[in-house]
């Protein structure tokens, strides 16, 4: 019912890297039922991936999809990635806007699906429904994904109409939070598709087309368009997300006493004026861009100067981008003391290409545990990590990636994994496997970071839902449906795949009229329903992969620092998990999802 009429959306691409093979099918089977995006790439993952597949190994798979509203929309501009996580050892989730999603769209198809893995490093080139398998050993190991990004572009066709997707070193070394850079500023960040891509050797992807989609209703089309397009611009928020960007919440959260600070050993910072979105914009903004297709224009450039040695007034100047998540991670957890050294270290992060949100929490970690004691100069070969040290942070984060000992192939598998072997798992701040997001706001947070099918922030939004009822305590079983309703609708979301800044916008009434204008009648049930579908397909695919709600475990230094909703109670959350798990199980088995395995 979702797949509007001669959209090619339907199109899938299957590229096998293993026999450099290619083939287009027509899937409307899928587009039908699943709408897109995130319902799409759930589906074709089931039927890819085998059951208990490495996820470095060959069989691993990489599904690529947008939904029906790409580049009919505004904002409708990110691309969903599903994969096999090789940080958490189940379900993979990750989204990026930049190009990817309009590139995927123009070149007439609706999803990619990546198997294999090639024998020498290659970069993959789409033209429209043409492959073409490039060499790519010149670029393996080149230091800076900035120049892996700029070979590629001047080799390929059709700039403004394509997307360069590419890993740095940390891919390539497998570290398991690498990330997928596209179009220098925006990212597949979480969850390890960058090591994905580099376990199968694929160093850049490039999609292109030049494709049009056809409108049903051209009227009502224009009609719709026009509402969404002034909602967006004229509302508040988006200006704010616009003037500041993300920013803007740095002074928002250390005001509530909810900004995770020095591996969250309080919650709010003496420097967050240095950090927060008004500062950086009065000295540091450079200038602002966008995803294709978005009016907002939320990224923000930082100008970075560095003087050249011995060469007076000569500086070197570098554009980093910076957001909210970037400075909770590398600024506020580290305790920042200059900006300068904080885009230092960001940069360094963006051209290894590593995770931000993953690499800021294991420093902060690493910190802690060096001035316990718990980690000695012995495992960091010299390196002494502090709170505002920089240089010292960029030299353990180059000494991640290059891997030198058994400490730092640890620290390359995340700060569970690590705290797991060297001590110090109380303060190591993981959920189900995936370091912390920014925001320490009460009891909803850390329980969507745990029980999320992505273990991420933006799952249900957990911090939101904290923020809004301050001052009054909701019953455990409230807050647990408030965030499966929430999750069940951001499935929707991600799979038109709309922006999720965009989410106060597009409401279920818009999306049911924006749907009329293609041809397609559908009502707020309809979306309620395959909400619900899809996120059981992902819990499914989670549980199939070994993921198991018995096996959470808070952290406890979150037990230790009060947020804006007092103390957390560890019991309350373990009940909140168990009311989920009970609802989620029930539901899954109603469904035939459950395969009979034991949760012991
Ligand atoms: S709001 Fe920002 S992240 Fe979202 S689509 Fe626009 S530019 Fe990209």
């Given amino acids: 019912m979702w797949l509007p009429k001669n959209d090619p959306i339907r199109n899938v691409l299957y590229i096998d890297l293993t026999k450099k093979k290619y083939w287009v ?19 074709l993952l089931e039927e890819e991936l085998p059951k208990g597949a490495d996820p470095l190994g060959p069989e691993n798979t990489i599904v690529l ?30 989204h990026a806007g930049g190009r990817s999603a309009i590139a995927i769209r123009l070149a007439g ?14 970069w993959v080139s789409i033209y429209r429904h043409r492959v073409y398998f490039r060499d790519a050993r010149a670029l393996w190991g080149m230091r800076s994904s900035f120049t892996v990004g700029r070979i590629i572009r001047e080799n390929e066709r059709m700039p403004g109409f394509r997307t360069i997707m590419r890993i740095g070193k940390a891919g390539e070394k497998l570290v398991t939070y690498a990330c997928v850079i596209t179009e220098t500023y925006r990212h597949f960040g979480r969850l390890g598709l960058g090591a994905v891509f580099g376990s199968k050797k694929l160093k850049g992807l490039v999609i292109a087309g030049r494709g049009s989609i056809p409108v049903a209703n051209k ?7 026009e509402k969404i397009y002034r909602t967006m611009v004229e509302s508040p928020l988006m200006k704010k997300y616009h003037d500041l960007g993300t920013p803007a919440n740095v002074l928002v959260l250390d005001k509530l006493r909810a900004l995770p600070t020095k591996n969250l050993q309080q919650t709010c910072f003496e420097n967050a004026k240095l950090l927060s979105g008004e500062y950086l914009a009065e000295k540091y903004l450079a200038r602002r861009t966008a995803c294709s297709h978005c009016p907002v224009a939320c990224i923000h450039l930082a100008a970075l100067r560095e003087p050249y040695p011995d060469e007076p007034y000569f500086y070197k100047t570098t554009f ?31 051209e290894l290409g590593l995770d931000v949100m993953s690499t800021g929490v294991i420093l902060a970690w690493l910190t802690e545990a060096y001035q316990r004691k718990v980690i000695g100069e012995k495992e960091l070969m010299g390196v002494k990590p502090n709170w505002g040290n920089y240089e010292e942070y960029i030299k353990v984060v180059e000494l991640i990636v290059e891997q030198p000992n058994d400490f730092y192939r640890a620290l390359a598998k995340g700060v569970e994994y690590a ?57 455990p079983e409230e807050i647990v449906s408030r965030l499966i309703k929430e999750e069940r609708w951001r499935q929707i979301l991600s799979s038109l795949v709309v922006c999720f800044f965009a989410r106060g916008v597009y409401r279920p009434e818009v999306v049911v009229n924006a749907f009329k204008a293609l041809g397609i009648e559908c009502s707020e049930e309809d979306l309620e329903g395959l909400g619900r579908k899809i996120h059981l397909l992902k819990y499914s695919l989670k549980i199939r992969e070994g993921f198991n ?17 007092g103390y957390l109670s560890e019991d309350n959350l373990k009940l909140m998990v168990n009311i989920f798990k009970n609802k989620i199980y029930s539901e899954l088995q109603e469904e035939g999802l459950l395969e009979p395995i034991s949760q012991n």
Avoid: C, Q, W
């Fill in 219 to 225: 009227r009502e089309y224009r009609e719709i368009y």
């Fill in 25 to 43: 099918e027509n899937r409307s089977d899928i587009f039908e039922e699943y709408m897109g995006g995130v319902g799409a790439a759930i589906k």
């Fill in 549 to 565: 709600l018995d096996k959470i475990v808070f952290p406890r230094r979150i037990f230790e620092v009060p947020t804006p909703h």
């Fill in 320 to 350: 980093v981008n910076y957001d909210y998540e970037p400075i909770y991670a590398l600024g506020t957890m580290l305790g920042a003391t200059t900006v300068d050294g904080f885009l230092k270290l960001l940069d360094t992060v963006e």
């Fill in 109 to 122: 198809l609706g999803a990619i699906v990546i198997k294999g893995a090639s024998d020498t490093p290659i």
């Fill in 65 to 94: 999809a947008v939904g029906p509203f790409t580049g009919i929309y505004p904002i409708a501009s990110k691309t969903v990635a599903l994969f096999k996580s090789p940080h958490t050892g189940n379900l993979g989730e990750s």
């Fill in 419 to 475: 705290s797991s072997i060297y001590g110090g798992k109380e303060f190591a701040l993981s959920f189900g496997g995936n370091e912390m997001p920014g925001y320490h706001t009460g009891p909803a947070a850390p329980l969507s970071y745990a029980i999320g099918s992505r273990h991420s922030h933006l799952d249900a939004g957990g911090y939101s839902l904290d923020e809004k009822t301050v001052g009054k305590e909701l019953p």
